[in-house]
């Protein structure tokens, strides 16, 4: 069975868990407003000060006049073992404990400053306060700023109904328990406390209602109805309570004295003598850590809900940004081959097929390539004008006997060397495929995302690989080209050779050899033999550089596109490493601050499981 003192301790850790995680309700469901609270609400000088103060046992509110809480003070008090020195501690200062309680009340004032500057603005920030003492109970109290019916100068006039609709925040929710504070020498039927209270709890049972200034009512009239219930009928009882006088605090009676006043006060008067047992300010503290610990009891089940529904949220979200990566360099080198190769399957999905592009390759050689070969000039070398040309200059003073040699192989030379144009037109067309290709695998590949420097150096090693492969690849279809050059087909020539002759053409008709030997028709028929063989040396290469682009290109980009890379990576060092696996920087805050939550949630969770196990 879990005790009360541990229910209420475990509250207290949640709420400051609630706090780091800057969860201070608002939009949304939070963990923050599944847990109860305990908040003193009253118009100003109601004696909240005095209530809060007394419940705590310490003097540490700043006092002033006017508008002095201007954030919500969540105040924790936690019981320790009697005889231990008290102190106070700031969440936004941790590790600074406070022994001098008026240095408390500075450091509230500063804090307060801090946010809203020395304006007499509010803020809904709430300061975070605990109090670790032998004279206190477990209990988590929010001071807010008191309800005013003027702004003081300085303020602008909002300010009322802007306290209002803090203090409105606060007490609104199902969760707060409401710490209605009315001064019993004024007519409590226009307490602001009770009337904020009655329009969020209209039912009052989590209201509960504090009577102050009970001995400076005038002479003859009493808070009995009240406080008997007949009046203002609440769920629970109300309290009656005696704070110091100003005139008190001014000769700075301590608080222990103040209790002990406020006890003869009751146990001796006539009036509440016989309520005595249920009056005063260590009986208020004590009803509401037992009611606290009611509602906490029923509130556990919803609050572990809410926490394990964090929980998978977070979860989920981390699965989807990446969990954070290792540490040591062998699991860092891991994490990048894995991430190369992630890429690299992207990378032969596209030219294997699967995913789209690879068939632009092919559309290179089906299309680009012949059409490029078509649109090469040879009608205008092959002209029998140039053919001329170029067979006179291979002539040179002694024109050819039977056959101009050196003028075909001019006429060749020169027609092949036309072919090296389309050759590296190819090679270029398919490395701006693969490029293409390496630019979309990149994008596509998921893991990859996260990492926006890998993917870049990634990038960078795989067009430098696609430039060398290029460059052996122009090489590669060059030779080719030049091979063609360098030995002709003799069958093409002598298979020619031995035509006229199987045409056995009339002896009449036939052209005297001399006569025609330069004619048009002579230079025509070398034209259009060069033109044929020509024809021919182009089908061999419109086969031929195909089988080597994708030899030196294709084949090699999907074997070894990132072996240099894998080689380089391997001799990095750590940081080196670690700067490749550098991540976009906002998704780095964002995986920190979602860690940090599900730290938060998940030791929550444990708190919830060591107490209610107990
Ligand atoms: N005699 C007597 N004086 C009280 C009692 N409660 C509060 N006072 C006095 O009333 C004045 C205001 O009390 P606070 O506790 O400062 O009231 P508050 O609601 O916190 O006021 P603000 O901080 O201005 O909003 C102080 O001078 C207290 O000494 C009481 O029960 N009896």
Redesign the pocket.
């Known amino acids: 069975m879990a005790t009360m003192k541990s229910l209420i301790g475990l509250i207290n850790k949640i709420q400051r868990a609630c706090t780091v995680l800057g969860d201070h309700g608002g939009e949304g469901m939070s963990l923050w407003e599944a847990l109860p609270t305990v908040a003193v609400v009253?118009?100003?000088?109601?004696?909240?000060?005095?209530?809060l103060?007394s419940v705590v046992g310490r003097d540490f509110?700043p006092?002033g006049s006017g508008?002095?809480?201007r954030r919500p003070l969540v105040l924790q008090l936690h019981k320790t073992e009697d005889g231990t020195t008290e102190y106070a501690e700031f969440l936004h200062a941790p590790r600074k404990k406070f022994t001098d309680f008026a240095a408390v009340r500075k450091e509230i004032e500063d804090e307060t400053d801090r946010m809203t500057g020395k304006s007499k603005a509010i803020s809904n920030i709430p300061i975070q306060l605990s109090i670790y003492s032998p004279n206190v109970v477990n209990l988590t109290l929010i001071d807010l700023p008191?309800l005013t019916k003027v702004a003081v100068e300085g303020q602008p006039e909002s300010i009322v109904a802007d306290i209002e609709n803090m203090v409105r925040s606060y007490v609104e929710k199902p969760n707060c328990i409401i710490l209605a504070?009315s001064?019993a020498n004024q007519d409590i039927a226009t307490s602001d406390a009770i009337k904020l209270a009655k329009e969020v709890d209209p039912t009052g049972e989590r209201t509960f209602g504090v009577a102050?200034?009970?001995?400076?009512m005038d002479k003859g009239t009493d808070c009995l109805d009240v406080l008997e219930g007949r009046a203002y009928r609440l769920q629970h009882p109300w309290v009656g309570?005696?704070?110091?006088?100003?005139a008190?605090?001014n000769k700075r009676v301590d608080m222990i004295a103040a209790r002990r006043k406020e006890r003869e006060y009751f146990e001796t008067s006539p009036e509440y003598g016989h309520l005595a047992s249920r009056m005063g300010s260590e009986y208020l503290a004590k009803l509401l850590s037992q009611h606290l610990e009611t509602v906490i009891r029923q509130k556990i089940p919803s609050i572990v809900a809410l926490i394990n529904k964090s929980i998978d949220e977070i979860n989920a979200e981390l699965d989807r940004i990446g969990r954070p990566i290792a540490v040591d360099s062998g699991a860092q080198l891991y994490t990048i081959l894995e991430l190369c190769r992630a890429f690299d399957r992207v990378f032969k999905e596209h030219l294997d097929g699967g995913r789209p592009g690879g068939d632009r390759i092919y559309g290179v050689f089906d299309h680009q390539l012949p059409a490029a070969l078509k649109k090469l000039p040879f009608d205008r070398h092959l002209s029998t004008k140039n053919v001329q040309k170029v067979v006179s200059e291979a002539d040179g003073y002694q024109p050819h006997l039977i056959a101009p040699e050196q003028g075909y192989r001019r006429l060749i030379d020169g027609s092949i060397s036309y072919f090296k144009g389309p050759a590296e037109a190819t090679v270029d067309a398919v490395h701006f495929v693969l490029k293409e290709l390496v630019r979309k695998s990149i994008s596509e590949t998921e893991e990859l995302k996260r990492f926006p420097t890998l993917a870049s150096d990634i990038a960078a090693a795989a067009n430098e690989a696609l430039e060398r492969f290029r460059d052996e690849s122009r090489k590669t279809v060059l030779r080719l080209v030049d091979m063609e050059s360098s030995y002709l087909t003799v069958e093409f020539f002598r298979k020619l050779h031995m035509e006229p002759e199987k045409e056995k053409p009339n002896p009449r008709n036939a052209p005297q050899p001399n006569a025609d030997i330069y004619s048009d028709s002579h230079f025509r028929k070398i034209g259009s033999n060069v033109s044929a063989y020509i024809n021919m040396v182009c089908d061999t290469l419109r086969i031929s550089l195909p089988k080597a682009v994708v030899y030196c290109q294709v084949r090699e980009a999907k074997r070894s596109l990132l072996n240099f890379f894998y080689a380089q990576v391997g001799r990095k060092e750590k940081e080196k490493l670690g700067a490749m696996l550098d991540e976009d920087p906002q998704l780095m805050e964002r995986r920190g601050t979602l860690a940090k939550r599900l730290e938060l949630y998940k030791q929550a969770r444990d708190d919830i499981d060591a107490v209610a196990w107990k």
């Open positions: 009253g118009g100003q000088s109601s004696g909240k000060s005095s209530v103060e509110l006092r508008i002095v809480t008191g504070i001064p102050t200034k009970l001995d400076i309570i005696v704070n110091r006088s100003q008190d605090i």
